[in-house]
């Protein structure tokens, strides 16, 4: 009896200490999901049947880094809508910690911006949390196989958050012009670089 006591034990240790996973890798099937536009509608990535894949960034209002990467996700998106890989932006900062980031600051930015791509609100940060977003901006290139979004690239747009003139590798683009024309993503994951996501306190 002891002894099985003692394996029962080793074996929920083993369990215990296992590593936790926190989000998607490169490689797993991502979710679908069904979010508010700041149209008001309702959004999945099943409303586009004919997809090729999404280009999924975790965006705010507020954040410097995603200030100074606006232009290009606007950029992202009139490159590769058309060719199959739309954007699409989701905030899921908690407005009660970031007020700027309010769905109605999300819609008047939405216009102001001129924004062509959904802008989604993740209320209650499910959405963030299942991809494993932890920073704004975060990519999320999701490539279609058969029925699948399969994530192929996760990280930053590209190397120079500061300085759009000064980018010397685009990794976003690099990622989506490799699913393109059938090839292999030679770079999958990179460091996300921006502020912090801001979570519910409870």
Not at 76 to 89: H, M, R, T
Request: proline content about 2%; hydrophobic content about 40%; glycine content about 6%.
């Amino acid at each position: 009896m002891k002894r099985m006591f003692f394996y029962i034990a080793i074996v929920f240790a083993f369990v215990a200490s296992a590593p936790i996973k926190n989000g998607y890798e490169v490689g797993d099937t991502a979710s679908d999901f069904a979010l508010k536009n700041v149209d008001g509608k309702t959004v999945s990535l099943s409303d586009w049947k004919d997809a090729k894949g999404f280009i999924v960034i975790f965006d705010c209002n507020t954040c410097p880094y995603s200030k100074a990467y606006n232009e290009r996700i606007i950029g992202l998106n009139k490159k590769y809508a058309s060719l199959g890989f739309p954007v699409v932006a989701i905030n899921a900062n908690d407005a009660s910690e970031s007020s700027g980031d309010s769905f109605k600051e999300m819609v008047s930015y939405a216009k102001r911006k001129g924004y062509t791509f959904p802008y989604l609100i993740d209320e209650t940060q499910a959405v963030a949390k299942a991809f494993g977003a932890t920073n704004t901006p975060h990519v999320f290139v999701l490539n279609r196989a058969g029925n699948d979004l399969k994530v192929a690239y996760i990280g930053t747009i590209d190397d120079n958050a500061r300085n759009a003139s000064a980018v010397s590798k685009k990794y976003v683009e690099d990622a989506v012009d490799s699913l393109l024309t059938g090839k292999t993503v030679a770079n999958t994951k990179t460091k996300a670089i921006g502020c912090g996501i801001k979570w519910k306190n409870s």
